[in-house]
T-cell receptor, first 112, second 115 residues
Framework: GEDVEQSLFLSVREGDSSVINCTYT??????LYWYKQEPGAGLQLLTY?????DMKQDQRLTVLLNKKDKHLSLRIADTQTGDSAIYFC????????????FGRGTSLIVHP | NAGVMQNPRHLVRRRGQEARLRCSPM?????VYWYRQLPEEGLKFMVY????????ESGMPKERFSAEFPKEGPSILRIQQVVRGDSAAYFC?????????????FGPGTRLTVL
């Protein structure tokens, strides 16, 4: 199976919170990342979390990490139409030169 | 400080031709990574280079694909004798020197279409 898994689609109403979930398999993961990809563009790092943390908050973004269950989530508060994009979860380890392994991405659709 | 630049943004090739994709890292960045994104899939790592050195090419197909990052000039991903299955978006990323579990800055990608 895939090393990093995430659901493919999420649809939310503008103003609601969005929660995008991700699971990974590598217990030695050191860093976990969330990237955003807008249509026709490259990936933009939104936020990352060290594996010894369980939460990180950055403005509207909250990352939660459950290391025991190898589960990562990204919560976007007050979701806006400009948040519509594909969100990629990724993990890296020091043994892998910190090269991220990406999930397939979750398409977030925000409708009015 | 310009971001990571890739050119061309779109490339069309016929089967059997060669494709050359270029990547100029951000100023001060000495590490370059190439990824391939097939439709509706995540990014798959291909190769990691530093100036004049290939550090990790574990994701590169064994044949027809090569990459370089010369002392001067951009990094080049070269695909010889392209086939339809090579059609994908190819992304380059760069990061600064150092051991830190790095933030990679991505370019806008080159979308290769093989006819």
């Amino acid at each position: 199976g895939e090393d990093v898994e995430q659901s493919l689609f999420l649809s939310v109403r503008e103003g609601d919170s969005s929660v995008i979930n991700c699971t990974y398999t590598d217990s030695s993961s050191t860093y976990l990342y969330w990237y955003k990809q807008e249509p026709g563009a490259g990936l933009q790092l939104l936020t990352y979390i060290f594996s010894n943390m369980d939460m990180k908050q950055d403005q509207r973004l909250t990352v939660l990490l459950n290391k025991k269950d190898k589960h990562l989530s990204l919560r976007i508060a007050d979701t806006q139409t400009g948040d519509s994009a594909i969100y990629f979860c990724a993990e890296s380890t020091s043994g892998g030169s910190y090269i991220p392994t990406f999930g397939r991405g979750t398409s977030l659709i925000v409708h009015p | 400080n310009a971001g990571v630049m890739q050119n061309p943004r779109h490339l069309v090739r016929r089967r059997g031709q060669e494709a050359r994709l270029r990547c100029s890292p951000m100023k001060g960045h000495s590490h370059v990574y190439w990824y391939r994104q097939l439709p509706e899939e995540g990014l798959k790592f291909m190769v990691y280079l530093q100036k004049e050195n290939i550090i990790d090419e574990s994701g590169m197909p064994k044949e027809r694909f090569s990459a370089e990052f010369p002392k001067e000039g951009p990094s080049i991903l070269r695909i010889q004798q392209v086939v339809r299955g090579d059609s994908a978006a190819y992304f380059c990323a760069s990061s600064p020197p150092g051991d830190w579990g790095n933030e990679q800055f991505f370019g806008p990608g080159t979308r290769l279409t093989v006819l």
